[in-house]
C-alpha cells in the first residue's frame, strides 16, 4: 500500500491543483468572459470529444496494463506494445472515413444548432489526441510512474485554457480562435506524453501480432465497450440537454457536474497507480493482498472524499452567490450529483479488480443495460424535468450500476470493502454536512467559505484521527511530517 499511498499523494495535489485551476475557469472566467450560448457549445464539443474517443482508443490503454505483467519476455512485450500503437491509428482512420461519408447526415443531425455544424470536425480530432493521450499515460504506468501524466491529464489542459479565456477577455481572439487553440492544446498535450512515456519506455517497433492476439484484441474489443459505456454515462446527460433544452443550459449543468467532480479526485488519484497494482495481484493470484488493498482504498477513498462532500455541501450557497444570475442551479441538484461521487469513492479499486479479471465480460454485459437504462432516463425525464430529470436520471443509473459491480466483486472473488471503520465514517460525514449546512456568516461569499472550510477540516481531521478511522494514512501522514 506504500507505493499506491506515495504516488496517490502526489496525484491528489496535482489533481486538485489541476481542479484549482478548473474552477477558476469553469465557475469564473467562462460565465464571465463568454455568453452562456458560446460557454455551451464548447461544453458540448468536449463532451462529444469524451463520448467518442473509447471507440478511437479501442480499449488500447486498459489492454496494455492487462496483458503487459503477464508477458513472458521482452519480444512478447515488444509485440504488445506495438500493437497497442497501431490499433488507435487504425480505428481512427475507419472512423475518419464514415466520418466523412455520413458528414451531410451529422449535418442534418445538428440542423437546429449551426454552432455545431461549424466545429463537427474539430470533434474528430479531440477525440484522437485524447485517445492517444491515454494510451501514452497507460505506457507510463507500467513502470509504476503515474504522477506527471496525471499532472499533464489533471493541469496542462486547464493552464492553457486559462490563458486562452484571458486572451478573449482582452480581445485576442474571439471564439473561433479560442476553439481552435483549445484543440491545439490537446495535440500538443499528447505529443509531450508521448515523449515522456517512450523515454520511460524506449518502443522497440515488433510488427508481429502477439501469440495471444485473439485473447487481446477480445479484451480490447470488450474494453472498448466498458469506455464507451463509462463515457456515455459521464456526459450523455449534458450531450441530451443540447438535444431537449436551449443550448445555454448545458453550460449550467456543466458547472453543476464540475462542482461535484471534485469529489471524484481521490478516487481518479488512487486509481492510475492501484490499478497496475490490481492486475499484478490478479495475474499472480494473490487474493489475500487483493482484498487487503480493496478494504484500504475503500476506507481511505471514503474518508477523504466525504470531507470534500462535506465541504462542497455546506458551501455551495456561498459558492453559487459569486457565479452570474444566469448559471444559477437548484441546490438539490448538486447534492445529487455529489452524493453518486460519494459512492463511486466508496468502491475503491472494485473497477481495477472486475475489469483485471476474467469477469469482466459480464460487467460490460451489464453495462450496456444501464446505459439503454440511462438513455430511456434522459428520454424521460430531461423533458419533463429538465435538470432536475438530468440529474435523476444520472443518480440512478450509477447507482445502480455501482451497486451491482460491488455485488459482483463480492459474488465472485468473495470479498467487499466494508470494514469496522465503514459506519464512524459514514455518520462522521452526515453530521458534519448538517451541522456546518445550516451555520452560516452574513459577510462575503469568499470569506465565508474560508472560515467555514477550515473549521470543518479541522474538526473533521482531529475527529478521524483521533478515532483512527484510516490506518494507512494515519500513518502515511505521520511519515510525511518525519
Sequence with gaps: MGIVLKQSFNNILTTYLGFAVGALNVLFLYPNFLVP??????????????????????????????????????SDKNRLLTTMLVIPLIVSAILGVLGVVF??????????????????????????????????????????????GNFMKEVFHRVGVTFLLLGVYFDYIGLEGFIYALTGIYILRMF??????????????????????????????????????????????????????????????????????????????????????TAMFLNKNKKQELAK????????LLLVSGLIFTLIITNVEQLYELIPDEYQIETGIIIFLCGIKLYENFLGNCNSILFNSDYYRLVLMIGIGVVILAIIFNIVFIPRLGMWGAAIATFSTFFAFFSVKLFLV???FHMHPFTSKTLPITGLIIVSSLVFYFWSFDIYPLLSIAIKGILTTVLYAIIAFKLNLSEELTQFLQQRKK
Design 37 to 74: 450560448e458560446h460557454y455551451g457549445l464548447i461544453t458540448f464539443l468536449l463532451s462529444a470529444s469524451t463520448l467518442v474517443w473509447p471507440l478511437m482508443g479501442f480499449g488500447a490503454p486498459n489492454t496494455l496494463i492487462k496483458f503487459y505483467t503477464a508477458c513472458h519476455s521482452d
Design 103 to 148: 458528414y451531410q447526415a451529422l449535418l442534418n443531425y445538428f440542423e437546429s444548432n449551426q454552432a455545431v455544424q461549424n466545429y463537427i470536425g474539430l470533434i474528430f480530432i479531440i477525440s484522437v489526441a485524447i485517445s492517444y493521450f491515454e494510451l501514452f499515460y497507460a505506457w507510463a504506468k507500467l513502470t509504476y510512474k503515474s504522477v506527471f
Design 192 to 277: 509531450i506524453l508521448m515523449v515522456y512515456a517512450f523515454k520511460l519506455l524506449p518502443p522497440k517497433l515488433d510488427f508481429r501480432l502477439p501469440d495471444n492476439f485473439s485473447r487481446v484484441a477480445k479484451y480490447s474489443f470488450l474494453i472498448l465497450i466498458a469506455g464507451s459505456i463509462s463515457t456515455a454515462l459521464l456526459d450523455l446527460d449534458k450531450v441530451m440537454i443540447e438535444h431537449y433544452l436551449p443550448i445555454e443550459q448545458v453550460s449550467v449543468y456543466a458547472i453543476a457536474v464540475y462542482v461535484a467532480s471534485v469529489i471524484a479526485v481521490p478516487s481518479r488519484a488512487m486509481k492510475q497507480i492501484a490499478m497496475p497494482i
Design 293 to 300: 488493498l480493496y478494504k484500504q482504498t475503500s476506507v481511505s
Design 410 to 412: 463480492y459474488q465472485k
